[in-house]
Each structure stands twice: as C-alpha cells, then as structure tokens.
C-alpha cells in the first residue's frame, strides 16, 4: 500500500474542494473546530469521533480508489451500474475537506441506524427497500454538503460517501469500488 506520500495536500476554496457535489440535502453549517495532523478538518460540535480515526479511514479509502484505478479503473457497465458522472476519478486527498459529524443524529426507531434529518426525497429510501413516512421519514447516514462530507458518529457512511466524493459515483456499492465503499475501510 502506498504510504502518506498520497496525501498531497492541496489548497483550495471553501465550495470547490471536490468537483462533485451533487447537490444540497442538508444545510448543516459547517465550521471547522479541529485539524487532523494531514490538514483534514473536523466539525465536530458534541466530540464524539477521534479525528485521527477519519484521517485514516480517508487515507484508506483513498488508497483503494488509487488501487482501482492502477488497475484499470472500471468498466463502462460498473460506470453505469454506480451512477458515475465520469470517468475520471481523483483520490487526492486535499486538505480543504471537513468531516461534519451532524449535531442532531438520532438511532431510527426504524432502522436501528445511526441517522440525520436530510432533503433527499423517499426515492433513495424506497431503492433499499424503506416505505418512508411520517414515523419512518427518509434520512441520511452519510451525505456530501458542499465540499463537506455530514456523517453520524459510528462512520459508518464514511467510506461511501468518500468514494462518492472522489470518484464521481452515486452508487459505489457494486464491482471494483464495492471494497472502497465497503465499512472494511474504517479505521479501528
């Protein structure tokens, strides 16, 4: 595996940190509280995640994207199959990237997850198979607010999210980027 020599950490804007923001579900303010010793900020308002733990969870991540893509990347039909809006994938990890733990996760009486309120519409929920409605409303465990990525404290979404962030791929839970989206890549 390749070492920290990939976190070439680059500056950037606040809104243009990764190219592929799909859109905003949530409207979280996002106020970076922490730094993690490569750069990455952390909002984190109740403490509950160790930044060292999303620092290296973020480098996993990033290291098994750059593995797919040394390896050919993926097919036309894996680009389809994930919702890709490109093929070009960027695992650089840049240092303007926070990490917002929501402030008003809750566990879903539902779903046993660890969830937050969130703008997505019922389809996303109807897709794994949820009837949203107003005991069970649609919400997120992960999602990307401009340039930041919202997640709950057990970083369960992390990995997905990341690789939708860095890859462009609504679904990256299929083929090749399946192990980079997978929890295997949060840090102990």
Do not use: H
């Amino acid at each position: 595996m390749k070492s920290l020599t990939l976190l070439l950490l680059a500056g950037c804007g606040a809104n243009d940190c990764y190219p592929n923001n799909f859109g905003m579900f949530t409207n979280y303010s996002i106020l970076k509280t922490k730094t993690t010793s490569a750069g990455i900020g952390i909002d984190d308002p109740k403490g509950e995640v160790d930044p060292e733990r999303i620092q290296k969870t973020i480098q996993n991540v990033s290291e098994c994207i750059s593995a797919v893509v040394s390896s050919g990347g993926i097919s036309d039909e894996e680009l389809a199959q994930n919702e890709c809006f490109s093929k070009t994938f960027d695992a650089e990890i840049k240092q303007c990237i926070v990490v917002k733990v929501a402030p008003d996760w809750k566990v879903s009486e539902c779903t046993g997850e660890q969830v937050f309120p969130c703008d997505v519409g019922n389809f996303r929920c109807e897709q794994k198979g949820q009837k949203p409605d107003q005991v069970c409303p649609c919400s997120c465990r992960g999602i990307m607010q401009a340039g930041a990525i919202v997640i709950t404290p057990n970083l369960r979404m992390l990995p997905g999210t990341l690789t939708s962030m860095f890859t462009g791929c609504l679904s990256p839970w299929s083929g090749k980027l399946a192990a980079c989206a997978s929890q295997e890549m949060i840090a102990k």
